[in-house]
């Protein structure tokens, strides 16, 4: 529909000079460049980018708001524009005007998008990446930029119109400078397990419930601590579904929708958190890493099934975090419920490794995109067409240096 739109006012022609021996320029769209859960992966990846002279950047942001996060991220571009009040002609119209090289979307299908933009391709080289788990569905977008661990072993193409550029990591998050004390898992001194959400609530339906309520039938004397809810409790529907569940009300605890540092003090009352699907969480689940909590998921055929599973393969607990089937997730939460004490040294790392190997893992992502955007510039200099591609851990010289998580589990 959106290329229907737009159909006859797409380019087809450019003037962007055909060579690989200058600095490109890399345009990002967003309405998200500002206090969004989307600074905490970006700001540090354009701190970063801004230090390569192999590339000028550009923002084109589709947000009004002057804050801090928006600050931060200006101050790393080499040109900002705000273009939140500017036809999809004008902004077409700028974007070729910049001679930008490579567009990159950050948005995707979520508010503020300027698909209708990118629908008149008007750089030579488009991509999508981070803002949305899924494909634009246009056919002028070239690329979708995703882990070379979502969905392993499997044909995702027929699932998107861009071609896949597969990368070691494709995206990292900063949780460093907002992360509260971690305390040791609640189950060693309340000696039972609390499993914990803190999704939002529209990902939470009547199957979700049914397969937290067999973990909790599983386990006996286990709860589940709730977060994210409205003002006045949890709603009505949420609480008759738990009862058709046999699952009384005393083994549920929710809170309301809270500030940032107090939602963050909540994950020290769980051990365990069960995700949501088929659309699984992303940052919430970052999060809770952040804060010694893992997320044990069940995994999808889709984009949106497998976010829960890539935060786990980002830190090597995907052995024991991702469950394929409905069984498989009640018989993992089962056997970790029953090791408090793996669950309580898992806590006890995380947080050290991911805050030890950020800088390390950061690199690993500015190294292959820097590899991506030459090679896809090097392919349309070249007249070629846009394909699948992969940048291998040995083309950015990159190694997991996960901790002995198999050992704590033997």
Known sequence: LIEEEVKGKEYTTYTNSRTTDRPLKIGFVSADLRNHA????VIP???ELHKRPEFITYAYSNHGAVDESMLAIQKNMDVWRTVVQWSDDKLAEKIREDQIDILVDMSGHTAGDRLKVFARHPAPVQMTWLGYPGTTGLKAMDYLVTEESLLPGENISPQFTEKIIRLPRAFSFDGKNTIQPVGAAPCIENGFITFGSFNRLNKINREVIALWSAVLRAVPD??????????NGAPEELLAWFQEENISEDRLYFY??????EYLKLHNQVDLCLDTFPYTGGTTTLHALWMGVP???LVGKTYPS???GLAACQVGLNDHFIANTKEDFVRKACLLAENHMVLNRIREQLFAYLLESYDEKLEVVLNGFSKAFLSVWGKWCAGGSSEAFSISKEDINFKNNFPGWNNIFS
């Open 38 to 41: 989307v600074a905490k992966f």
């Open 256 to 261: 309301p929708r809270s500030g940032f540092s």
């Open 306 to 308: 497998y976010q829960g």
């Open 45 to 47: 990846f354009f701190e």
């Open 222 to 231: 286990s709860r589940l601590q709730m977060a994210a809810m409205p003002a």
């Open 295 to 297: 997320t044990l998921t």
